[in-house]
């Protein structure tokens, strides 16, 4: 938008309101968002380096659904050992143009830490930590040791024909039991459910055993019905539920 339509709208009866709505219509045009390219350089950059991660969040559930049900304007990952690894994803991603724009100490109940990526264009970066204690006792297992118990964490999808690796069902309707979920995450569990109906009932036992509160976010979470059955669904992340 330039100075001169700014100055235009201002003197306009609207006033200064209608610069604000018209500068966020700009700032919405502008965002991109994250394309299923930017994923796999994402995982591929990382796995040169050597780092296991996995895929969470709206992208983990599109690789287990097999295709892009959504727009995103984040990638999720779960990032293995993160303590001793996130310094060396953060570098790698950096080649991406990828920068480390925040550090949380207290990102949810199964993600104790995060860093956030901010790569321009409406794209963004989560690099998560990953209680794995905490997760196998909510599913009912022993204690994740040395690469015990992965297969029921972890697993493969596909997007855009290239397989990936992700969190299993069970587990992403778990982790999406720790929150009150926006309307996007409601879109992505009904999806979920849809397409593995018996990790619901794996998970319900599950969150009702870890918590009966965790059950009951859990359940307000799976009420949601998508709003369309359109092959893209276009959702603000950042929007409230």
């Given at each position: 938008?330039?100075?001169?339509?700014?100055?235009?709208?201002?003197?306009?009866?609207?006033?200064?309101?209608?610069?604000?709505?018209?500068?966020?219509?700009?700032?919405?045009?502008?965002?991109?968002?994250?394309?299923?390219?930017?994923?796999?350089?994402?995982?591929?950059?990382?796995?040169?380096?050597?780092?296991?991660?996995?895929?969470?969040?709206?992208?983990?559930?599109?690789?287990?659904?097999?295709?892009?049900?959504?727009?995103?304007?984040?990638?999720?990952?779960?990032?293995?050992?993160?303590?001793?690894?996130?310094?060396r994803a953060v570098k790698a991603l950096a080649r991406l143009g990828?920068?480390?724009?925040?550090?949380?100490?207290?990102?949810g109940l199964w993600m104790p830490r995060g860093s956030v990526l901010?790569?321009?264009?409406?794209?963004?970066?989560?690099?998560?930590?990953?209680?794995?204690?905490?997760?196998?006792?909510?599913?009912?297992?022993?204690?994740?040791?040395?690469?015990?118990?992965?297969?029921?964490?972890?697993?493969?999808?596909?997007?855009?024909?290239?397989?990936?690796?992700?969190?299993?069902?069970?587990?992403?309707?778990?982790?999406?039991?720790?929150?009150?979920?926006?309307?996007?995450?409601?879109?992505?569990?009904?999806?979920?459910?849809?397409?593995?109906?018996?990790?619901?009932?794996?998970?319900?036992?599950?969150?009702?055993?870890?918590?009966?509160?965790?059950?009951?976010?859990?359940?307000?979470?799976?009420?949601?019905?998508?709003?369309?059955?359109?092959?893209?669904?276009?959702?603000?992340?950042?929007?409230?539920?």
């Amino acid at each position: 938008m330039t100075n001169a339509l700014k100055r235009l709208v201002k003197a306009s009866p609207m006033g200064p309101p209608a610069v604000r709505i018209l500068d966020w219509v700009t700032v919405k045009r502008r965002r991109v968002g994250v394309q299923a390219e930017d994923v796999r350089q994402a995982l591929a950059v990382l796995e040169v380096e050597g780092l296991r991660c996995w895929l969470a969040g709206g992208w983990g559930i599109d690789a287990l659904n097999g295709r892009q049900g959504r727009s995103h304007y984040d990638i999720d990952l779960i990032l293995d050992r993160f303590e001793e690894n996130e310094p060396r994803a953060v570098k790698a991603l950096a080649r991406l143009g990828y920068r480390m724009v925040e550090q949380r100490h207290v990102q949810g109940l199964w993600m104790p830490r995060g860093s956030v990526l901010d790569g321009g264009a409406g794209r963004n970066i989560d690099l998560l930590s990953l209680d794995l204690n905490l997760a196998c006792t909510a599913l009912g297992l022993p204690e994740a040791e040395e690469g015990a118990n992965l297969d029921a964490l972890f697993t493969h999808g596909e997007i855009s024909g290239r397989k990936v690796p992700c969190l299993t069902a069970p587990v992403q309707i778990l982790f999406h039991a720790g929150y009150w979920a926006r309307r996007c995450d409601r879109f992505d569990m009904s999806r979920l459910v849809s397409r593995f109906p018996d990790a619901l009932s794996v998970t319900e036992a599950s969150a009702a055993r870890f918590s009966r509160a965790t059950a009951e976010v859990m359940q307000a979470n799976l009420d949601y019905q998508p709003p369309t059955d359109a092959p893209l669904v276009h959702f603000d992340d950042r929007a409230s539920p």
